[in-house]
């Protein structure tokens, strides 16, 4: 189920700024400017600790609003990149503004509002957005003290490229802020089948790739009862599959029976809709097939009494072997919680590490004064403390920072800011740190019995009883490795 293409000429590049960024917010209902002689790239983006721990980055595009100037737009991204991201938005303006985040949800999309089916051209108060297509997922969930009105609309004046979702920041207001969890991760369907990927014959109307809500489809254009469209698969192994379709629908579709090597199979589906849109999976039940090489047919047999016509499109279908999982694996359940104190702000996270669960402390620090927030206290720009039993940690980092003590644990000490992320893992423990001068640089390690740098020999000190290891540095990024 790909996305359609987008053809980047200069005005597709304009409406993607305008209209289609991925995850942007719109104040008083105008996006960034783009009008001829609005100078672009009026923002900045700086990088913080970028390491296998955790990754940071900030942005600033306060410039970039043609009629409604602001005096802040800083969106901060702390990722991990093999879990989540976490996404804080803060606004200020002069004056009070309505600020609406819009997500560029693309098409062929399936949408769940706190569990919820959420279909098009519906608002909702919700916390969390499931939406997925048949290669990717993403779940959104926003971490605010009160839920917020999230709409499921198209783009405003480029409805082609699917949908969009709005959340509002509600009445007007001078500042604003959003904290938004993103978890993200490929949908891989067991024995899922594109159509437009197979081996194909038709009994004669000619058929082509077309764009369905963002989906690529095959479409036939049958013009009476007994055209039909077939397709070519290989098995890996005997035995009895189960058999489901995505089709395609319209004004003009037909009425299709499916059979398989001749056999038919399931009932008479009926594609026409008013829209063209998507069909939810549609189930044709079980067979027993062997090995090998198959033919799968779909024929017309007549319209619904409002269908303008006998057209076919084919999404994908999907063979499996009875008794396995259909549906592929879920993205992992988090738990999450906006925190805030006098010098932070941040999230609390709580995720699946096989048997056991994690807590993740992240923080971005508000104020001149050291951060002290759920039991960290740094003086780091950001921070990330994953807990894993009582004072241990998994992973820890730190942006431009000479100190962190997390539930009474040194994790560093150092006379000018370095940034530091650090992951343990059960055979080593993978460390990058950046410095700006020649320094000694003490931080937590679990146990140290050989260290490199940059892939050679280091001498260090290690304090097996307080596990804090102490190196000196150049200035520069080195890559050490701890087993």
Not at 22 to 44: E, L, N
Not at 152 to 170: F, N
Not at 363 to 392: H, K
């Amino acid at each position: 189920m790909a996305v359609a293409p987008i053809a980047m000429n200069a005005t597709t590049v304009d409406q993607a700024r305008s209209k289609v960024s991925p995850y942007t917010v719109f104040v008083d209902g105008h996006g960034q400017g783009v009008r001829q002689g609005f100078p672009q790239g009026r923002g900045s983006m700086r990088a913080g600790v970028v390491s296998d721990a955790c990754v940071y980055v900030v942005g600033s595009a306060a410039k970039a609003y043609e009629t409604t100037p602001l005096d802040v737009f800083d969106r901060s991204v702390v990722a991990l990149p093999d879990q989540y991201y976490l996404m804080i938005d803060t606004l200020a303006a002069p004056e009070s503004h309505v600020y609406d985040w819009r997500l560029g949800a693309g098409s062929g999309t399936d949408y769940l509002i706190d569990g919820a089916h959420f279909p098009l051209g519906n608002s909702r108060v919700g916390r969390v957005v499931d939406q997925w297509n048949n290669s990717a997922q993403l779940r959104l969930t926003l971490l605010d003290d009160q839920p917020r009105t999230i709409t499921l609309a198209p783009y405003d004046g480029a409805e082609e490229y699917g949908q969009q979702l709005h959340v509002s920041s509600g009445a007007p207001a001078r500042e604003a802020e959003i904290m938004t969890l993103l978890q993200a991760g490929a949908r891989n369907t067991p024995g899922l089948l594109q159509a437009e990927t197979l081996p194909m014959v038709t009994s004669g109307p000619g058929s082509r790739n077309l764009s369905i809500s963002g989906a690529t489809v095959v479409f036939l254009r049958s013009t009476a009862v007994g055209d039909w469209v077939e397709f070519t698969i290989d098995l890996p192994e005997s035995g009895s599959y189960d058999v489901r379709f995505w089709f395609g629908t319209s004004p003009s579709y037909a009425q299709l029976r499916l059979s398989i090597d001749g056999e038919p199979l399931g009932s008479v589906v009926d594609t026409y809709r008013s829209e063209i849109t998507l069909l939810d999976a549609v189930s044709f039940g079980s067979l027993s097939l062997t090995a090998g090489t198959h033919k799968v047919r779909l024929t017309v047999t007549g319209h619904n009494a409002s269908s303008a016509g006998y057209f076919i499109s084919v999404d994908a279908f999907q063979i499996v072997r009875t008794g396995t999982p259909v549906d592929p694996q879920p993205l992992p359940t988090l738990a999450a919680r906006r925190v805030i104190s006098d010098t932070a702000v941040g999230a609390v996270v709580t995720r699946p590490a096989g048997e056991r669960s994690l807590t993740d402390v992240i923080g971005l620090r508000t104020g001149a004064a050291s951060a002290v927030l759920e039991g960290v206290r740094t003086d780091a720009e950001q921070f990330l403390v994953a807990f894993d039993r009582g004072p241990a940690v998994e992973r820890y980092a730190l942006t431009r920072a000479t100190s962190a003590i997390a539930r009474a644990r040194r994790l560093l000490a150092c006379t000018s800011a370095v940034d530091l992320g650090v992951l343990h893992h059960d055979e080593a423990t993978l460390v990058t740190i950046t410095t700006p001068v020649d320094q000694a640089v003490s931080f937590h390690v679990r146990t140290a019995t050989m260290v490199t740098v940059n892939g050679e020999p280091a001498g260090v000190q290690f304090d097996a009883g307080r596990q804090v290891l102490t190196m000196t540095l150049a200035a520069g990024t080195h890559q050490v490795v701890v087993t």
